[in-house]
């Protein structure tokens, strides 16, 4: 095997990481972090979408596939399909793919119990897929999902699938520990097992993290011949989650000789960035990435001698992008919060840019300094804005609050170019104020979600003037988040109220409800999953 061979990377994020519970990209937002994934990190394929999910998906992969073509990484960009001809393949076509994988049956359970077909018509139905993947243009990788059950339940079969694939020349076969249950040592076994017997054929593991043994398991199998690594940034992905990107790069750099093209300095920025648009938060005590992690090792410097004998000393934050800070504010320009972004890997359209620039100058009048920290903040509360009409905005307040006596609110909305005004007091300020908006629905017989959970974050490194990002998740019969940036708590729980109230009415619309007048609204905020609103305003409400 030698040592020295180049290990991929596919990073997985924007398929199987969107797997996580009430995460959704927006498609700006999936090609901001494909191109951070690609250019910045320099990681070597990335997986982006599922084929046939919805036109909002489409969408997200042709922005990603446009940008691609024109920087020549068209062959890096994959997206997941179905043994369905020519259904897969032709989505993947329309989108502007070239890389198809195609999901198949490594065990026999799943093929008999979930497909109800012998060995042989699975076979059949795959050679079929990939043929006519070919007619199109569209090289193909092969996922055997259940791998891990195949191999501990009905390895003849799933030793002869591979044996099968191998004869159509597949580009490579990707091994799935779908459900998590492999230790390292039955990944040992079963993956030289497998590299042993077909010496020539590229091998991709894809582990999951239910018993915490992901990034070991990776290892393994990396130590008994695959070729690559399936990865997600921040281990985002269904229930535990994914082998986490920036665990999986340490380990590689630290524990083997093997190469891999992974720009390590990069992880961290792109690790806050995909936190902001996820709004899943890292643990402070995660590895390489989390807040806490390099506490201890502040002003430790590393004995070149000593190097590999104290395992902190190999982990030092700098090697990840961990220690740089820059002030910006209103007296930036343009050219200096460009280099900022630049910084970051960010590069994002001329009106984004603008309109980052704009609420830079904005947020600097209100608080002395805006960090690079601050950043992620500010892009992700942008490119949310906008994906989001404003037919309905908060034309004026004042919250008062005094010792002894109830918070109170005067409030002024405007809806639709109609003004309503009204008064509440509540327990606290962002309560009065929920109280005078709940007073102008009624007053128009028009239907609020429930709030149902209220996340206030200060961006690393605030201060006492640091920015508040409030992250609201509503209930209005799919379950949905808003966010609002502000140097003010309460002031950002009402900009995140107020996108609420857009988003809301956009739903209506679509429910047919003319929201502009007074009415009677039906009583059924059921979504169709992969409806237009049901999906898609998942995503930009964050």
């Known amino acids: 095997m030698g040592h020295y061979r180049k290990i991929e990377i596919m990073d997985t994020t924007l398929r199987d990481g969107e797997q996580t519970s009430g995460v959704s990209f927006l498609p700006s937002e999936k090609l901001q972090i494909a191109k951070l994934l ?97 007619t199109k243009g569209i090289s193909v990788n092969v ?81 008994n011949g695959v070729s690559g690594i399936h990865t997600t940034v921040n281990g985002l992905g269904e229930r535990a989650g994914n082998a986490p990107l920036e665990s999986v790069i340490a380990v590689l750099k630290d524990f083997t000789d093997y190469r891999i093209n992974i720009k390590e300095n990069k992880i961290f920025r792109v690790s806050k960035l995909v936190e902001q648009f996820s709004g899943q938060h890292i643990p402070a005590n995660k590895p390489v990435v989390g807040e806490n992690v390099f506490t201890q090792t502040a002003g430790i410097h590393a004995d070149g001698d000593n190097k590999k004998n104290l395992y902190f000393n190999d982990l030092l934050p700098e090697r990840f992008g961990r220690q740089r800070k820059y002030a910006l504010g209103k007296t930036s320009g343009k050219a200096n919060i460009i280099k900022n972004l630049q910084e970051l890997g960010i590069s994002l359209e001329p009106e984004e840019l603008s309109k980052v620039t704009q609420r830079i100058i904005e947020l600097g009048d209100k608080k002395e300094r805006v960090t690079t920290e601050d950043l992620p903040y500010i892009i992700s509360d942008v490119l949310q804005n906008n994906s989001i009409s404003h037919h309905i905005f908060i034309e004026g307040f004042n919250l008062s609050h005094s010792k002894g006596l109830k918070p109170t609110v005067q409030l002024k909305i405007n809806i639709h170019g109609e003004s309503y005004e009204e008064g509440a007091s509540g327990d606290g300020q962002y309560d009065a104020f929920m109280q005078a908006v709940k007073k102008i629905y009624k007053s128009i017989k028009l239907p609020l979600p429930k709030l149902i959970n209220y996340h206030v974050t200060i961006p690393p490194g605030g201060k006492t003037d640091a920015f508040v990002e409030t992250v609201i998740t509503w209930d209005y019969g799919n379950i949905f988040k808003t966010k609002g940036l502000d140097s003010d708590q309460t002031v950002a729980a009402m900009k995140a109220t107020e996108k609420m109230l857009n988003i809301i009415d956009k739903m209506g619309d679509s429910r047919g409800l003319d929201l502009g007048k007074k009415k009677e609204v039906k009583n059924n905020p059921e979504q169709d999953k992969n409806s237009f609103y049901g999906n898609e305003y998942r995503a930009i409400a964050r």
């Open 38 to 134: 690609l250019e910045e990190l320099r990681v070597d394929r990335i997986e982006v979408a599922s084929a046939r999910v919805s036109d909002g998906e489409k969408e997200g992969v042709k922005k990603i596939t446009q940008w691609a073509s024109e920087k020549g990484y068209l062959d890096k960009v994959e997206v997941l399909g179905f043994v369905d001809a020519p259904a897969s393949v032709d989505w993947i076509v329309e989108a502007g793919g070239k890389v198809m994988n195609l999901l198949t049956k490594g065990s026999l359970n799943h093929l008999t119990h979930q497909l109800r077909k012998t060995p042989e018509q699975h076979f059949e139905d795959i050679q079929k897929n990939i043929a006519y993947a070919k």
């Open 143 to 223: 996922y055997l999902e259940d791998w891990s059950n195949g191999m501990r339940n009905s390895m003849d079969y799933t030793l002869e699938f591979i044996g099968f694939l191998s004869s159509l020349k597949v580009e490579r076969i990707m091994l799935p520990d779908t459900l998590g249950l492999l230790n390292p040592r039955e990944v040992s076994h079963f993956i030289k097992l497998i590299t042993t017997e077909f010496p020539d054929v590229h091998f991709d593991f894809h582990a999951h993290n239910d018993y915490d043994l992901s990034v070991a398991n990776v290892l393994e199998s990396i130590y």
